[in-house]
């Protein structure tokens, strides 16, 4: 109690310090790579004070306690550390130090000195195995498993620490700032369709697991991720690839400033259409377009200007009945209603600024706007609730999102206390047009609308979160405010029908960090979530179970060991209030009550040479609801363990490439584990040769041909020629063995 009223005395003293200068003696400086790009999270130390400091995103770093006559040493994994002598010649108000690139070696790597370990092991991964596919974008993150089941066209099932998290209703995605989870979205809450992003153009991947972040706010229970685009391409790249199944991709990434001073600009352009192994072609496409202009001001302002569109079409299979593969009717890649699919499109806005306000304040602010469209054609239960027709159903939606985020960056010293004061304020308003659930035929006529209404919901929030760095010590308490607007009107009523509720919520965060030595951190993490309903069913439920509240733990270590070596770790526990399971068919969300999972994430990366790297990531987890009998308190299609990893070759005289595996259990279908989904162990496997500008290279998918099953579902179904329906597993069957080669050509 004494160290929280200490904490909170220190925070109060913060704000009354937030609008004057610190006084101690500073250095301001810069550090850029070898092409004049600024970089990011580059660590500075002052051997002389022990000062250290961080880069920005602007390559801005401000050093405290540093006069001429000391020495800084100035590193980042990936490039040569560099240590300068800050004699007389220095301008300590404006340095500039360029560091050079070079192969990553993870002995160079010291846990203390990163902003967050994690996210650097993520930056590791991205240069030792490479994305080229939205799939690979997202299994970048530790733990995380996804599923596809419709086609291509349809955002990813997502499974995360006990989670089968649907298509994003438990994990908060982002781009750039801009959010990509659909609240009260047609198919499903928080849908997250990622395929809008180019793999190529991926930087940096952010990600934490748990409610414990103040800056995080709906759907982050099981964690967040957070992607941020190249800001510049290292030279202009045409790639063009073919595979098995009448499989097409090309992409164009153009440099359009080359290495003009202070300015970047590219445009990238991505096109994929693939039949896919199925009985009845998938016809699928994909075109993406992309554009980024980033300008650094005199002042190392930084203002940034993207624009995107996409737009995809698919045809799908759809889950089948495993009775009728059993029975030889259909094959593992067949059909019973192959009319199911749809298009979709989003188009996204964005702008950018960070500024450095003074020396010890920086703000960081992003604005943005996105159209979204979507039409999909599903049939889960064949003939179950029409005999005659079957039970197509069309979930449609038209939608435009107007998004504001803000945040202020505040370094100062409360005696010998290092503080750093975040706070931040954010706005989204979403505003859809004829969100649809109708009883369709044939994907042509409408048999009956379900739902047809237009939704308004606004999610205004202000956070404040303060680190304060007690010698190996950082104390991090933090407090969110959500507030929420549901708004919708129901276009079938017969008289005018617009019902609104509001609510607010509060999150109190509290994390503690503790560096035992250079190359151990312990840490703490403690927080309340939260994930936002449906407006559609808080309206109809006059305002209960509105933002269920969720309640987590973590207790991690993040160690290296051995110099090439780094292992973490974390026991975690999380509990839901009320978790909500969403059935597409009937357009309403079932509560299912309270849940609670508890487990380890066990992960490890090893350098076993200078181009040869193993990783691999497990989570161990028990998921149970606390309000059923045992025996039929299992928590649906909820994995109980996975693990996933390889070897990757990187910078091996021109070869790179790598083998890469994942596996995830049998778990349980329904309550009482009486239906289970079985797990499966897939293994991918791709070799690249670069030669002077050309690089050629070929990937298999599931290089030893196992059948298994993506995605699953305890499904009860009826078949037109059944008199009876019946409760089983429906899978969509995952890919075999596929080939895929590519060429790519850098100027």
């Known amino acids: 109690m004494k160290l929280l009223n200490r904490v909170v005395q220190l925070i109060c003293y913060a704000f009354l310090l937030m609008f004057s200068e610190a006084f101690s003696q500073q250095t301001k400086g810069i550090v850029k790579n070898d092409i004049n790009q600024p970089l990011e999270s580059v660590y500075v130390y002052n051997l002389s004070s022990k000062a250290h400091a961080h880069t920005s995103e602007s390559g801005v770093f401000i050093l405290e306690k540093t006069k001429t006559g000391d020495s800084l040493k100035i590193g980042l994994l990936g490039y040569q550390t560099k240590i300068i002598k800050l004699t007389p010649d220095y301008n300590l108000d404006k340095i500039e130090i360029i560091l050079q690139e070079k192969i990553f070696k993870l002995d160079e790597m010291i846990v203390e000195e990163q902003v967050n370990a994690l996210s650097t092991i993520s930056r590791l991964d991205l240069s030792t195995n490479p994305v080229n596919s939205s799939q690979d974008v997202l299994r970048k993150v530790p733990g995380l498993f996804i599923g596809q089941h419709a086609g291509g066209g349809k955002a990813e099932q997502i499974f995360l620490r006990g989670f089968d998290i649907d298509h994003g209703t438990d994990i908060s995605i982002s781009v750039d700032g801009m959010p990509v989870n659909m609240v009260s979205h047609a198919h499903g809450q928080g849908y997250a369709d990622l395929h809008f992003l180019i793999p190529e153009t991926v ?340 305002g209960e179970d509105i933002l269920p509240r969720a309640y987590g733990t973590d207790l991690g270590t993040i160690w290296k060991p051995f110099s090439k070596l780094v292992v973490n770790s974390a026991l975690w526990y999380l509990f ?82 790598g083998l890469r595996y994942r596996f995830i259990d049998d778990r349980p279908a329904n309550e009482d584990n009486s239906i289970v989904a079985d797990g499966y162990f897939v293994t991918d496997f791709n070799a690249n040769y670069a030669i002077n500008n050309f690089t050629f290279g070929i990937a298999v998918e599931n290089i030893f041909d196992v059948e298994w099953n993506e995605t699953q579902f305890a499904t009860e179904s009826r078949l037109q020629n059944e008199v009876n329906s019946v409760e089983e597993i429906h899978f969509t069957p995952g890919t075999p063995f596929n080939l895929k080669a590519t060429a790519s050509y850098r100027f």
């Not at 759809?318 to 749809?342: C, H, K, L």
């Not at 040479?609 to 497990?618: G, S, Y």
């Not at 045992?630 to 091996?652: C, H, K, Q, R, W």
Request: aromatic share 14%; net charge negative.
């Open 576 to 657: 839901l209030e009320q978790e909500f399971v969403y059935v597409g068919d009937a357009g309403i969300v079932e509560p299912s009550g309270k849940t609670e999972r508890y487990g380890l994430d066990l992960g490890m990366r090893y350098q076993l040479t200078n181009w040869l790297f193993l990783d691999t990531d497990a989570t161990l987890t028990h998921a149970r609801s606390t309000e059923d009998p045992d025996g039929e308190n299992y928590i649906p299609l909820a994995p109980s363990f996975t693990m996933a990893g390889g070897l990757a070759v990187n910078n091996l005289k021109g070869f790179s490439g």
């Open 203 to 542: 930087n940096k991947i952010d990600f934490g697991k748990g409610p414990y972040y103040a800056k995080e706010g709906d759907f982050t229970t099981a964690g967040y991720v957070d992607f941020s685009t190249k800001d510049y391409l290292k030279s202009s790249e045409v790639t063009f690839g073919i595979g098995q199944f009448n499989t097409f991709r090309t992409l164009g990434m153009i440099d359009l400033l080359g290495n003009e001073k202070n300015k970047n600009a590219f445009v990238a352009v991505e096109y994929l259409e693939s039949d896919g192994p199925f009985d009845s072609p998938q016809n699928f496409n994909r075109v993406n377009l992309f554009g980024k202009y980033v300008i650094f001001t005199p002042d190392n302002d930084k203002l940034t200007l993207t624009a995107s569109h996409f737009t995809s079409r698919w045809d799908a299979s759809g889950q089948i009945p495993q009775r009728e593969v059993d029975n030889g009717n259909i094959s593992r890649f067949g059909a019973i209603d192959d009319t199911e699919g749809g298009t979709t499109q989003r188009t996204n806005l964005n702008v950018e600024y960070n500024k450095q306000v003074s020396n010890n304040r920086t703000i960081k602010t992003n604005a943005f706007y996105s159209h979204y469209a979507f039409e999909l054609y599903s049939n889960f239960t064949f003939f179950l609730e029409d005999p005659d027709n079957g039970d197509q159903i069309k979930q449609k939606e038209d939608r435009d999102i107007f998004g504001l985020n803000s945040e202020l960056i505040y370094n100062t010293f409360l005696g010998s206390t290092e503080l750093k004061l975040t706070s931040g304020v954010s706005l989204r308003y979403d505003a859809t047009t004829d969100t649809e659930l109708s009883h369709t035929l044939n994907r042509v006529t409408t048999l009956e609308n379900i739902q047809l209404g237009d939704i308004n919901q606004t999610n205004a929030a202000a956070y404040v979160n303060a680190d304060f760095e007690i010698g190996k010590f950082t104390i991090a308490p933090a407090l969110r405010l959500d507030y929420f607007k549901f708004l919708y009107t129901d276009k079938l009523s017969e008289t005018y029908s617009a019902e609104a509720e509001t609510k607010a919520i509060v999150s109190p965060k509290l994390n503690f960090f503790y560096n035992a030595n250079n190359n151990l951190q312990l840490y703490l993490k403690t927080g309340l979530g939260f994930h936002s309903n449906d407006a559609r069913v808080v309206v109809s439920n006059t």
